[in-house]
Protein backbone atom coordinates (compact mmCIF):
# COMPACT_ATOMS: atom_id res chain seq x y z
CA UNK A 1 0.00 0.00 0.00
CA UNK A 2 1.72 3.18 -1.08
CA UNK A 3 0.87 5.72 2.27
CA UNK A 4 1.69 8.78 0.76
CA UNK A 5 -0.16 8.29 -2.04
CA UNK A 6 -3.46 6.84 -0.09
CA UNK A 7 -3.12 9.89 2.19
CA UNK A 8 -2.87 12.39 -0.43
CA UNK A 9 -6.26 10.80 -2.41
CA UNK A 10 -8.41 9.90 0.50
CA UNK A 11 -7.47 13.68 2.00
CA UNK A 12 -8.36 15.25 -1.48
CA UNK A 13 -11.41 13.45 -1.78
CA UNK A 14 -12.67 14.25 1.56
CA UNK A 15 -11.33 17.94 1.90
CA UNK A 16 -14.92 19.29 0.59
CA UNK A 17 -16.77 16.67 2.97
CA UNK A 18 -17.91 16.21 6.36
CA UNK A 19 -17.25 13.33 8.46
CA UNK A 20 -20.25 11.46 10.11
CA UNK A 21 -22.75 12.23 12.29
CA UNK A 22 -21.64 13.37 15.88
CA UNK A 23 -25.37 12.87 17.42
CA UNK A 24 -28.66 13.22 16.50
CA UNK A 25 -31.38 14.91 18.37
CA UNK A 26 -29.45 14.57 21.83
CA UNK A 27 -30.93 16.20 24.40
CA UNK A 28 -31.60 14.40 27.66
CA UNK A 29 -34.98 14.78 29.22
CA UNK A 30 -34.15 12.09 32.28
CA UNK A 31 -34.48 15.03 35.28
CA UNK A 32 -36.21 13.09 37.85
CA UNK A 33 -37.82 9.55 38.48
CA UNK A 34 -41.31 12.03 39.32
CA UNK A 35 -41.02 13.39 35.67
CA UNK A 36 -40.48 10.06 34.10
CA UNK A 37 -43.14 8.82 35.84
CA UNK A 38 -45.90 11.49 33.45
CA UNK A 39 -43.57 11.84 30.96
CA UNK A 40 -42.92 15.12 31.97
CA UNK A 41 -46.01 16.61 31.77
CA UNK A 42 -46.58 19.73 33.88
CA UNK A 43 -42.87 19.24 35.01
CA UNK A 44 -41.98 22.99 34.55
CA UNK A 45 -44.27 23.71 37.49
CA UNK A 46 -45.47 20.74 39.48
CA UNK A 47 -43.16 21.41 41.94
CA UNK A 48 -43.83 17.94 44.53
CA UNK A 49 -40.03 17.91 44.90
CA UNK A 50 -36.49 19.69 44.41
CA UNK A 51 -36.31 18.23 40.73
CA UNK A 52 -38.40 20.98 39.43
CA UNK A 53 -35.01 23.11 39.58
CA UNK A 54 -34.42 21.51 36.47
CA UNK A 55 -36.81 23.32 34.49
CA UNK A 56 -38.05 26.23 36.67
CA UNK A 57 -36.50 28.13 39.24
CA UNK A 58 -39.37 30.05 39.86
CA UNK A 59 -41.17 27.20 41.20
CA UNK A 60 -38.29 27.15 44.25
CA UNK A 61 -41.05 29.57 45.92
CA UNK A 62 -43.30 26.83 46.57
CA UNK A 63 -41.12 25.38 49.13
CA UNK A 64 -41.40 26.29 52.39
CA UNK A 65 -38.83 24.17 53.98
CA UNK A 66 -35.48 22.94 52.65
CA UNK A 67 -35.75 20.29 49.91
CA UNK A 68 -33.31 17.94 48.55
CA UNK A 69 -33.44 15.36 45.73
CA UNK A 70 -31.10 12.44 44.46
CA UNK A 71 -31.76 9.97 41.62
CA UNK A 72 -30.49 7.95 38.61
CA UNK A 73 -31.95 7.81 35.19
CA UNK A 74 -31.46 4.09 33.85
CA UNK A 75 -31.50 4.23 29.87
CA UNK A 76 -31.38 1.24 27.47
CA UNK A 77 -31.66 1.92 23.99
CA UNK A 78 -33.08 -0.80 21.26
CA UNK A 79 -31.43 0.43 18.06
CA UNK A 80 -31.13 -1.41 14.72
CA UNK A 81 -29.29 -0.61 11.28
CA UNK A 82 -31.29 -2.83 8.64
CA UNK A 83 -31.40 -2.95 4.65
CA UNK A 84 -28.09 -1.61 4.24
CA UNK A 85 -26.31 -0.79 1.82
CA UNK A 86 -22.73 0.50 0.76
CA UNK A 87 -21.30 2.52 -1.49
CA UNK A 88 -17.26 2.73 -0.69
CA UNK A 89 -13.84 3.60 -2.01
CA UNK A 90 -13.79 0.68 -4.31
CA UNK A 91 -13.30 -0.18 -7.84
CA UNK A 92 -12.07 2.82 -10.30
CA UNK A 93 -11.83 6.56 -9.11
CA UNK A 94 -10.73 9.69 -10.70
CA UNK A 95 -10.90 13.05 -8.71
CA UNK A 96 -9.88 15.70 -11.11
CA UNK A 97 -10.85 19.81 -12.05
CA UNK A 98 -10.83 22.53 -14.17
CA UNK A 99 -10.13 25.96 -13.93
CA UNK A 100 -13.78 26.80 -14.71
CA UNK A 101 -14.72 24.10 -12.13
CA UNK A 102 -11.91 24.19 -9.32
CA UNK A 103 -14.00 22.16 -7.02
CA UNK A 104 -12.77 19.20 -7.58
CA UNK A 105 -14.78 16.05 -8.96
CA UNK A 106 -14.96 12.04 -8.02
CA UNK A 107 -15.81 9.70 -10.87
CA UNK A 108 -15.37 6.11 -11.65
CA UNK A 109 -17.12 3.08 -11.12
CA UNK A 110 -17.98 1.56 -7.51
CA UNK A 111 -18.94 -1.78 -6.18
CA UNK A 112 -22.01 -2.10 -3.89
CA UNK A 113 -21.55 -3.45 -0.46
CA UNK A 114 -24.72 -4.80 1.17
CA UNK A 115 -24.20 -5.22 5.01
CA UNK A 116 -26.07 -7.52 7.35
CA UNK A 117 -28.52 -6.01 9.89
CA UNK A 118 -27.29 -5.00 13.15
CA UNK A 119 -28.91 -3.83 16.38
CA UNK A 120 -27.26 -3.13 19.83
CA UNK A 121 -25.21 -0.25 18.42
CA UNK A 122 -26.21 2.32 21.51
CA UNK A 123 -24.76 1.03 24.90
CA UNK A 124 -27.06 1.48 27.93
CA UNK A 125 -26.58 4.81 30.26
CA UNK A 126 -26.83 6.01 33.51
CA UNK A 127 -27.85 9.68 34.02
CA UNK A 128 -27.50 11.16 37.77
CA UNK A 129 -29.27 13.80 39.07
CA UNK A 130 -29.04 16.41 42.14
CA UNK A 131 -30.95 19.18 43.56
CA UNK A 132 -30.80 20.95 46.50
CA UNK A 133 -33.81 23.88 47.48
CA UNK A 134 -33.10 26.27 50.30
CA UNK A 135 -35.93 29.10 51.29
CA UNK A 136 -34.17 31.96 52.96
CA UNK A 137 -37.51 33.83 54.03
CA UNK A 138 -41.16 34.41 52.49
CA UNK A 139 -39.82 36.08 49.68
CA UNK A 140 -36.65 34.67 48.18
CA UNK A 141 -34.92 30.80 47.47
CA UNK A 142 -31.88 29.44 46.51
CA UNK A 143 -31.11 26.55 44.88
CA UNK A 144 -28.45 23.92 43.59
CA UNK A 145 -28.62 22.11 41.10
CA UNK A 146 -26.63 18.98 38.97
CA UNK A 147 -28.02 17.17 36.05
CA UNK A 148 -27.25 16.36 31.91
CA UNK A 149 -29.13 18.14 29.22
CA UNK A 150 -27.13 16.80 26.52
CA UNK A 151 -25.40 13.26 25.73
CA UNK A 152 -25.60 10.25 23.08
CA UNK A 153 -23.82 7.24 22.37
CA UNK A 154 -23.21 4.79 19.86
CA UNK A 155 -20.47 2.50 18.66
CA UNK A 156 -20.47 0.13 16.07
CA UNK A 157 -18.37 -3.13 15.58
CA UNK A 158 -14.74 -2.57 14.65
CA UNK A 159 -15.34 -4.66 11.43
CA UNK A 160 -18.67 -2.58 10.06
CA UNK A 161 -17.71 -2.55 6.82
CA UNK A 162 -18.87 1.13 6.69
CA UNK A 163 -16.64 2.53 9.10
CA UNK A 164 -16.60 6.39 7.78
CA UNK A 165 -20.30 5.54 8.60
CA UNK A 166 -20.07 3.85 12.32
CA UNK A 167 -17.03 4.10 14.23
CA UNK A 168 -17.83 5.36 17.61
CA UNK A 169 -19.99 8.28 18.83
CA UNK A 170 -19.91 9.69 22.57
CA UNK A 171 -20.94 12.64 23.98
CA UNK A 172 -21.65 13.58 27.88
CA UNK A 173 -22.26 16.58 29.37
CA UNK A 174 -23.46 17.66 33.33
CA UNK A 175 -24.92 21.12 34.04
CA UNK A 176 -24.34 22.35 37.33
CA UNK A 177 -27.06 25.71 37.85
CA UNK A 178 -26.92 28.22 40.75
CA UNK A 179 -30.50 29.78 41.46
CA UNK A 180 -32.25 32.92 43.27
CA UNK A 181 -36.43 32.92 43.19
CA UNK A 182 -38.47 35.86 44.07
CA UNK A 183 -41.96 36.18 45.45
CA UNK A 184 -43.34 39.39 43.83
CA UNK A 185 -46.78 38.55 45.35
CA UNK A 186 -49.21 35.45 46.71
CA UNK A 187 -49.78 34.54 42.72
CA UNK A 188 -46.80 35.63 41.24
CA UNK A 189 -42.62 34.50 41.36
CA UNK A 190 -40.02 34.53 39.22
CA UNK A 191 -36.50 32.81 39.38
CA UNK A 192 -33.30 32.76 37.16
CA UNK A 193 -30.04 30.99 37.77
CA UNK A 194 -26.45 30.53 35.67
CA UNK A 195 -25.46 27.29 34.56
CA UNK A 196 -21.69 25.60 34.13
CA UNK A 197 -21.85 23.26 31.51
CA UNK A 198 -19.45 20.65 31.36
CA UNK A 199 -18.98 18.16 28.24
CA UNK A 200 -16.80 15.43 27.06
CA UNK A 201 -16.37 14.21 23.70
CA UNK A 202 -15.20 11.19 22.09
CA UNK A 203 -15.58 10.63 18.01
CA UNK A 204 -13.66 7.81 15.81
CA UNK A 205 -14.17 7.33 11.80
CA UNK A 206 -12.18 5.06 9.61
CA UNK A 207 -12.26 4.91 5.77
CA UNK A 208 -11.48 2.02 4.07
CA UNK A 209 -10.59 1.79 0.24
CA UNK A 210 -9.26 -1.09 -2.62
CA UNK A 211 -9.13 1.04 -5.32
CA UNK A 212 -7.12 2.43 -8.24
CA UNK A 213 -6.91 6.04 -8.13
CA UNK A 214 -6.52 8.87 -10.30
CA UNK A 215 -5.52 12.78 -9.14
CA UNK A 216 -5.53 15.44 -11.48
CA UNK A 217 -5.72 18.82 -9.78
CA UNK A 218 -5.34 22.36 -10.99
CA UNK A 219 -4.79 24.68 -9.12
CA UNK A 220 -3.90 28.48 -10.55
CA UNK A 221 -0.12 29.38 -10.03
CA UNK A 222 0.93 26.26 -8.39
CA UNK A 223 2.19 22.96 -9.37
CA UNK A 224 -0.85 21.55 -8.48
CA UNK A 225 -1.39 17.37 -7.95
CA UNK A 226 -1.30 14.90 -10.63
CA UNK A 227 -0.81 11.20 -9.07
CA UNK A 228 -2.16 7.54 -9.86
CA UNK A 229 -1.81 4.70 -7.62
CA UNK A 230 -3.28 1.71 -5.61
CA UNK A 231 -4.91 2.06 -1.96
CA UNK A 232 -6.04 -0.98 -0.24
CA UNK A 233 -6.74 -0.80 3.40
CA UNK A 234 -7.98 1.32 6.36
CA UNK A 235 -6.78 4.37 7.08
CA UNK A 236 -8.30 6.58 10.38
CA UNK A 237 -10.48 9.90 9.24
CA UNK A 238 -11.22 11.06 12.13
CA UNK A 239 -10.07 10.82 16.06
CA UNK A 240 -11.50 13.68 18.53
CA UNK A 241 -11.37 13.25 22.38
CA UNK A 242 -12.05 16.70 23.83
CA UNK A 243 -13.40 18.41 27.22
CA UNK A 244 -15.02 21.69 27.04
CA UNK A 245 -16.72 24.12 29.58
CA UNK A 246 -19.68 26.64 28.77
CA UNK A 247 -21.76 29.22 30.71
CA UNK A 248 -25.30 28.72 30.05
CA UNK A 249 -28.69 31.03 32.20
CA UNK A 250 -32.16 30.44 32.72
CA UNK A 251 -35.54 32.39 34.13
CA UNK A 252 -38.74 31.44 34.71
CA UNK A 253 -42.09 32.34 36.05
CA UNK A 254 -44.37 30.70 38.21
CA UNK A 255 -48.69 32.18 38.34
CA UNK A 256 -50.48 30.20 40.83
CA UNK A 257 -54.17 30.89 40.43
CA UNK A 258 -54.87 28.80 43.38
CA UNK A 259 -54.12 25.91 45.26
CA UNK A 260 -55.14 23.64 42.80
CA UNK A 261 -54.10 25.37 39.56
CA UNK A 262 -51.01 27.13 38.86
CA UNK A 263 -49.25 27.55 35.25
CA UNK A 264 -45.10 27.55 34.75
CA UNK A 265 -43.04 29.09 32.13
CA UNK A 266 -39.06 29.17 31.72
CA UNK A 267 -36.42 29.55 29.04
CA UNK A 268 -33.09 28.48 29.20
CA UNK A 269 -29.76 29.89 27.18
CA UNK A 270 -27.24 27.32 25.86
CA UNK A 271 -23.88 28.17 24.91
CA UNK A 272 -21.70 26.84 21.92
CA UNK A 273 -19.21 24.76 23.65
CA UNK A 274 -15.34 25.33 22.96
CA UNK A 275 -13.86 22.12 23.24
CA UNK A 276 -10.03 21.39 23.49
CA UNK A 277 -7.98 18.36 22.70
CA UNK A 278 -6.68 15.75 20.59
CA UNK A 279 -8.33 16.52 17.08
CA UNK A 280 -6.93 14.58 14.42
CA UNK A 281 -9.06 14.81 11.01
CA UNK A 282 -7.70 13.71 7.81
CA UNK A 283 -9.10 16.52 5.73
CA UNK A 284 -8.45 19.36 7.63
CA UNK A 285 -6.52 22.07 5.93
CA UNK A 286 -4.55 22.86 9.55
CA UNK A 287 -4.51 20.79 12.20
CA UNK A 288 -6.39 22.22 15.24
CA UNK A 289 -6.26 21.19 19.32
CA UNK A 290 -10.35 22.58 19.17
CA UNK A 291 -13.94 21.85 18.15
CA UNK A 292 -16.87 24.18 18.57
CA UNK A 293 -20.21 22.42 19.52
CA UNK A 294 -23.49 24.44 19.01
CA UNK A 295 -26.51 23.92 22.00
CA UNK A 296 -30.12 24.78 21.85
CA UNK A 297 -32.42 27.05 23.77
CA UNK A 298 -35.18 25.58 25.28
CA UNK A 299 -38.41 26.61 26.15
CA UNK A 300 -41.16 25.34 28.41
CA UNK A 301 -44.91 25.99 29.25
CA UNK A 302 -46.83 24.13 31.61
CA UNK A 303 -50.02 24.18 33.68
CA UNK A 304 -51.31 21.73 36.30
CA UNK A 305 -54.95 21.66 37.32
CA UNK A 306 -56.52 19.79 40.62
CA UNK A 307 -60.08 18.05 38.87
CA UNK A 308 -61.15 16.34 42.24
CA UNK A 309 -59.69 16.34 45.40
CA UNK A 310 -57.51 13.59 44.42
CA UNK A 311 -56.73 13.60 40.67
CA UNK A 312 -54.82 16.05 38.72
CA UNK A 313 -53.86 16.71 35.28
CA UNK A 314 -50.86 18.42 33.78
CA UNK A 315 -49.65 18.85 30.74
CA UNK A 316 -45.80 20.56 29.00
CA UNK A 317 -45.13 21.95 25.35
CA UNK A 318 -41.85 22.37 25.27
CA UNK A 319 -39.21 24.22 22.32
CA UNK A 320 -36.13 23.19 21.05
CA UNK A 321 -33.55 25.49 19.41
CA UNK A 322 -32.00 22.75 16.95
CA UNK A 323 -31.77 24.95 14.47
CA UNK A 324 -28.25 26.83 15.98
CA UNK A 325 -27.20 23.29 15.53
CA UNK A 326 -26.08 23.92 12.32
CA UNK A 327 -22.53 22.63 12.10
CA UNK A 328 -19.58 21.01 13.64
CA UNK A 329 -16.36 22.84 13.33
CA UNK A 330 -12.81 23.20 14.12
CA UNK A 331 -10.34 26.62 14.40
CA UNK A 332 -9.82 25.77 10.69
CA UNK A 333 -13.01 23.62 8.73
CA UNK A 334 -16.11 22.27 8.87
CA UNK A 335 -16.14 18.91 10.16
CA UNK A 336 -19.80 18.35 9.59
CA UNK A 337 -23.16 19.89 8.65
CA UNK A 338 -26.34 19.24 10.09
CA UNK A 339 -29.27 22.07 9.05
CA UNK A 340 -31.04 20.54 11.42
CA UNK A 341 -35.08 22.67 12.79
CA UNK A 342 -36.40 23.39 15.97
CA UNK A 343 -39.00 20.99 17.32
CA UNK A 344 -41.43 20.61 20.01
CA UNK A 345 -42.75 17.79 22.17
CA UNK A 346 -46.12 18.21 23.91
CA UNK A 347 -47.17 16.57 27.06
CA UNK A 348 -50.08 15.42 28.73
CA UNK A 349 -50.52 13.59 32.26
CA UNK A 350 -52.77 12.91 35.42
CA UNK A 351 -51.81 12.66 39.13
CA UNK A 352 -53.74 10.78 41.36
CA UNK A 353 -52.78 10.82 45.26
CA UNK A 354 -54.82 7.62 46.28
CA UNK A 355 -53.79 8.69 50.32
CA UNK A 356 -51.13 9.46 52.29
CA UNK A 357 -48.86 6.78 51.40
CA UNK A 358 -48.92 6.48 47.77
CA UNK A 359 -48.99 9.15 44.95
CA UNK A 360 -49.81 7.29 41.39
CA UNK A 361 -48.95 9.01 38.10
CA UNK A 362 -49.03 8.11 33.82
CA UNK A 363 -48.01 10.59 31.11
CA UNK A 364 -48.02 10.93 27.24
CA UNK A 365 -45.05 12.65 24.92
CA UNK A 366 -44.75 12.86 21.58
CA UNK A 367 -41.59 14.47 20.61
CA UNK A 368 -40.45 15.66 17.08
CA UNK A 369 -37.07 15.11 15.92
CA UNK A 370 -34.81 18.11 14.66
CA UNK A 371 -33.31 15.86 12.40
CA UNK A 372 -34.60 17.48 9.14
CA UNK A 373 -33.29 16.29 5.62
CA UNK A 374 -29.68 15.26 6.48
CA UNK A 375 -30.30 11.53 8.67
CA UNK A 376 -27.38 9.48 9.50
CA UNK A 377 -27.07 5.98 11.05
CA UNK A 378 -24.86 6.47 13.79
CA UNK A 379 -27.37 8.44 15.86
CA UNK A 380 -30.75 7.47 14.01
CA UNK A 381 -33.20 10.05 15.16
CA UNK A 382 -37.26 10.11 14.33
CA UNK A 383 -40.02 11.25 15.91
CA UNK A 384 -41.03 9.62 19.23
CA UNK A 385 -43.72 8.36 21.88
CA UNK A 386 -43.09 7.95 25.43
CA UNK A 387 -45.82 6.13 27.29
CA UNK A 388 -45.13 6.34 31.07
CA UNK A 389 -45.41 5.41 34.22
CA UNK A 390 -44.73 5.95 37.88
CA UNK A 391 -45.65 6.30 41.88
CA UNK A 392 -44.07 7.41 45.12
CA UNK A 393 -44.35 6.54 48.30
CA UNK A 394 -43.97 8.45 51.01
CA UNK A 395 -42.11 6.47 53.79
CA UNK A 396 -42.72 9.74 56.09
CA UNK A 397 -43.80 12.95 56.30
CA UNK A 398 -40.92 14.63 54.99
CA UNK A 399 -39.26 11.39 52.89
CA UNK A 400 -40.06 9.68 49.51
CA UNK A 401 -39.60 7.30 47.43
CA UNK A 402 -40.40 7.89 43.29
CA UNK A 403 -39.55 5.41 40.65
CA UNK A 404 -40.83 5.93 36.99
CA UNK A 405 -40.85 3.92 34.18
CA UNK A 406 -41.14 5.08 30.23
CA UNK A 407 -41.31 2.55 27.34
CA UNK A 408 -39.63 5.33 24.45
CA UNK A 409 -40.77 4.45 20.74
CA UNK A 410 -39.15 5.44 17.86
CA UNK A 411 -40.29 5.26 13.83
CA UNK A 412 -38.54 3.66 10.86
CA UNK A 413 -35.92 6.00 9.33
CA UNK A 414 -35.21 5.64 5.77
CA UNK A 415 -31.82 7.06 5.33
CA UNK A 416 -29.29 7.95 2.36
CA UNK A 417 -26.48 9.46 3.95
CA UNK A 418 -23.69 10.92 1.66
CA UNK A 419 -20.41 12.51 3.05
CA UNK A 420 -21.67 15.32 0.67
CA UNK A 421 -24.60 15.86 -1.13
CA UNK A 422 -22.81 16.60 -4.49
CA UNK A 423 -20.68 13.25 -4.10
CA UNK A 424 -21.74 10.01 -5.20
CA UNK A 425 -19.31 7.94 -2.73
CA UNK A 426 -18.77 6.98 0.48
CA UNK A 427 -22.14 6.78 1.05
CA UNK A 428 -24.89 4.41 2.93
CA UNK A 429 -28.77 3.67 2.30
CA UNK A 430 -30.16 2.30 5.34
CA UNK A 431 -33.27 1.68 7.55
CA UNK A 432 -32.93 2.54 11.47
CA UNK A 433 -35.11 2.56 14.10
CA UNK A 434 -34.97 2.98 17.76
CA UNK A 435 -36.98 2.45 20.72
CA UNK A 436 -35.25 2.56 24.70
CA UNK A 437 -36.48 1.69 27.95
CA UNK A 438 -36.26 4.22 30.87
CA UNK A 439 -36.35 3.14 34.32
CA UNK A 440 -35.49 5.46 37.46
CA UNK A 441 -35.53 5.89 41.23
CA UNK A 442 -35.23 8.92 43.68
CA UNK A 443 -34.99 10.03 46.94
CA UNK A 444 -36.52 12.93 48.18
CA UNK A 445 -36.38 14.74 51.89
CA UNK A 446 -37.57 18.05 53.32
CA UNK A 447 -36.55 18.98 56.47
Given amino acids: MNTTFSRTLLATSTLFISATSMAGGFQVNEHSATGLGRAFAGEAVIADNASVLSRNAAAMMMFDKDAISVGITVVKPDVSVKDSTYYG ?7 SNSLLKPRPEISGTQTPVYLEDIDGVAPTAVVPNFYYIHPINEKFAVGVAAYSNF ?38 SFGGGLDVIYGVGDLYRDINADMHGNIDITIPFKPGIHESGDINGQINALDVHATG ?6 IGMVYEVNEGNRFGLSYK ?19 SDKIYLPLPDIAEFSGFHMITDKTAIHYSIQWIGWSAFDTIETEYDTIKEYHWKDS ?29 ELT ?3 IPDSDRQWFSAGFTYNWSSN ?7 TY ?9 ERMEESLSIPSITATTHADAILAAIQLSHSF
Avoid: C
Fill in 89 to 95: LNGNIDI
Fill in 151 to 188: GTGTEFESDYAAPIFGGKTSVQSMNLGLSLAYRANEHL
Fill in 245 to 250: VGFGAN
Fill in 269 to 287: YSPEIEAKGDVKYLAASQQ
Fill in 344 to 372: YHYAIGATHYLNNKWILRTGYMYDQTPVD
Fill in 376 to 378: SIS
Fill in 399 to 405: TAIDFGF
Fill in 408 to 416: LIGEDVEVN
